[in-house]
């Protein structure tokens, strides 16, 4: 089973700040490397696929990097709507999910 | 409007059954592969099965291999979850998710059923 590491698990930002969330896969996922965002009590909404390529109506503050076993999503510039737990997941053989990065309001 | 509507959890002693169903609406559900991914209360998210477009090919999560059983009906556009020996580490809430056309993401979800195996 291949495992994502996501980091750092807390983020405290300011609106307006950059976010830099961190996903590691224990092997290489290519680029089958999909971010969601999920609000409390709210369904997860895919943000990124195939490491790089934004959801549609997601917002151009939003991207994704990387392949292999190192990603990155970035948001440019955090608007108060953001601050949420962000989730990164993997198609192998199966799907898996990391533990999740929240970011919150510092 | 794309949308996927969750019915059918509930609380159920350990041991017990529940079948999930999932109405979809919005999209032509036979053309794509479905899922079934929960979230334990506090906890991440756990993917539990899949179910390809034509309902011919299921995988499951090792965690519930054996136990519970994925199906759909194309003509009911509805996708379902059967689960059986439930545990308490099953508590969770239970998404269906729609698969995009690579299955590598899922790019729409229901807003989830509650399930909690207690006595």
């Known amino acids: 089973e291949i495992v994502l590491t996501q980091s750092p698990a807390t983020l405290s930002l300011s609106p307006g700040e950059r976010a830099t969330l961190s996903c590691r896969a224990s092997?290489?996922?290519?680029?089958?490397l999909a971010w969601y965002q999920q609000k409390p009590g709210q369904a997860p909404r895919l943000l990124i696929y195939?490491?790089?390529n934004r959801a549609t109506g997601i917002p151009a503050r939003f991207s994704g990097s990387g392949s292999g076993t190192d990603f990155t999503l970035t948001i440019s510039s955090l608007e108060p709507e953001d601050f949420a737990v962000y989730y990164c997941?993997?198609?192998?053989?199966?799907?898996?999910f990391g533990q999740g990065t929240k970011v919150e309001i510092k | 409007e794309v949308q996927l509507l969750e019915s059918g959890g509930g609380l159920v002693q350990p041991g017990g059954s529940l079948r999930l169903s999932c109405a979809a609406s919005?999209?032509?559900?036979?053309?794509?592969?479905m899922s079934w991914v929960r979230q334990a209360p506090g906890k991440g998210l756990e993917w539990v099965s899949v179910?390809?477009?034509?309902?011919?090919?299921?995988y499951y999560a090792d965690s519930v291999k054996g136990r519970f059983t994925i199906s759909r009906d194309n003509s009911k556009n509805t996708l379902y979850l059967q689960m059986n020996s439930l545990r308490a580490e099953d508590t969770a809430v239970y998404y269906c998710?729609?698969?995009?056309?690579?299955?590598?993401?899922?790019?729409?979800w229901g807003q989830g059923t509650m399930v909690t195996v207690s006595s």
């Open positions: 998710a729609k698969a995009v056309a690579s299955h590598d993401a899922f790019d729409m």
């Open positions: 919005g999209f032509t559900f036979s053309s794509y592969a």
């Open positions: 179910i390809y477009s034509g309902g011919s090919s299921t």
């Open positions: 092997q290489s996922v290519s680029s089958f």
């Open positions: 195939d490491a790089s």
């Open positions: 997941q993997q198609r192998g053989n199966w799907w898996t």
